[in-house]
């Protein structure tokens, strides 16, 4: 059963920096881009960030471009995101997705609430 | 970046109507890069349909996807109570993703 698992959510400060995990198990990990995606209470859906299979390419929104990274080990089947000077507006669920058929996400984790908040 | 707008904002209706759904892009998009999403409260998504009509695993056949261009539909052809939940639509272009905005399918 594909199965991917995020953790490292919590409270942080504006200006703080906070590390998520989503660990994946039931598939090839290292043949697949992996992406994360996030939620702001109540709101929609916003596409994050996305890495190749091998790590070697990556992409951000142009509202997290600069201060968030992604990256993974192929070895640990897990992905991260490293999110730096964080704001108020970064609040939100974040969810990882892998990468499906025809650019799309077909299956995703549970989720983690990342709270900015003084 | 291509804008996706969902209409209706919420769609009012009993169980075993038929749902129609409309996504519109701002600009052109590949039929191959459209999916739809739905969304339960307190659950992650679920893909429904990718490259604008083609039914991921396990989707009921009830759910049907259309369109081309800038004009894309989900269809549910009769409601089932598992059924109401919010719609998302997605597509990818220029090295980015987006998703519109989201239709609420809520009982009447």
Known sequence: ???????????????????????????????????????????????????????????????????FTISRDNAKNTLYLQMDSLRVEDTAVYYCARFGSFYSFDCWGQGTLVTVSS | EIVLTQSPGTLSLSPGERATLSCRASQSVSSSYLAWYQQKPGQAPRLLIYGASRMATGIPDRFSGSGSGTDFTLTISRLEPEDFAVYYCQQYGSSLWTFGQGTKVEIK
């Open chain 1, 1 to 67: 059963e594909v199965q991917l698992v995020e953790s490292g959510g919590g409270l942080v400060q504006p200006g703080g920096s906070l590390r998520l995990s989503c660990a994946a198990s039931g598939f090839t990990f290292s043949s697949y881009w992996m992406h994360w995606v996030r939620q702001a209470p109540g709101k929609g859906l916003m596409w994050v960030s996305h890495i190749n299979g091998d790590g070697s390419s990556s992409s951000f929104a142009d509202s997290v471009k600069g201060r």
